[in-house]
């Protein structure tokens, strides 16, 4: 699928019923949620293990300390985070630690990042998700986040109420890139697979989309992905979702 610009694709919406959102990085600022977070974790790692372990902790997350960002693809930008303290516990115990020493160091450093104080939105929620809302259009929220913090975070943004379904990763369904997320709230908001559309920062959330055979997939350059991975996936790709609000 080759990407078309906004200008040539007209509304992206049209004959649109549903419209499903990615959270860190599509409708908040994915590095100041994630970025402390990553350097947090080596700092407390580092000192419950004694030994130095941020740089191959942060090679193994795909994050990189002098961007301060996460690298497209790479766990940190969409493995949920159930999979990301897996993945950290086998690399303490990889560089050193013996089982029981690696699961106590991990549970002394292990924290997520606070959802209301590192929730930064990238436009006006409430704008974008009203207005889709007054064309009839319902809105979702699928996230490889867990269910507690997006929850917090969407009532803390003041948008919760503007949200038909929320689908996480601690729901017991497949993640992305597989489709099941988001055929999930189609299923769940009774609008055809066929009638929606996936927005994104991921190459995750796009493919989710493609595999569920989604209407269009539309693309966000505001997160991880740049328009190189995006494009083969997008129908349309814009710099941000404040590119979606409503025209006044």
């Known amino acids: 699928m080759n990407e078309r610009s906004v200008a040539g694709s007209g509304d992206p919406f049209d004959g649109i019923g549903l419209v499903v959102f990615d959270k860190d990085g599509t409708l908040i600022d994915f590095d100041a949620m994630w970025s402390g977070w990553a350097t947090e974790l080596g700092d407390r790692l580092a000192t419950a293990t004694g030994r130095p372990i941020q740089v191959p902790l942060y090679r193994a997350l795909g994050y990189d300390p002098a961007t301060g960002r996460a690298k497209a693809g790479g766990p940190a930008a969409a493995m949920p985070m159930a999979r990301l303290r897996d993945l950290t516990l086998a690399l303490v115990r990889e560089t050193g630690s013996g089982p029981a020493e690696a699961a106590a160091a991990v549970d002394a450093a292990w924290h997520a990042p606070d959802p209301l104080t590192l929730a930064h939105p990238l436009t006006d929620l409430r704008r974008l998700f009203g207005g889709l809302r007054d064309r009839g259009i319902r809105v979702a929220v699928a996230t490889s986040d867990d269910r507690a913090p997006t929850e917090t975070t969407l009532a803390g943004l003041g948008v919760a109420d503007l949200v038909d379904g929320i689908v996480c990763a ?3 369904l497949i993640v992305k890139p597989a489709p099941d997320m988001l ?3 189609c299923a769940l908001l009774g609008v055809p697979v066929e009638a929606t ?18 209407a269009r997939c539309i693309g966000v350059l505001s997160g991880t992905g ?3 991975d995006l ?3 997008a129908d349309v790709i814009v710099g941000s979702v404040a590119e979606l609000l409503p025209v006044d």
């Open 197 to 214: 559309a996936m927005v994104g920062d991921s190459t995750a959330d796009l493919a989710m989309g493609r595999a569920a055979g989604v």
């Open 231 to 233: 494009g083969p996936l």
């Open 183 to 185: 055929r999930h709230l």
């Open 226 to 228: 740049s328009r190189l």
């Open 170 to 172: 601690d729901d017991g």
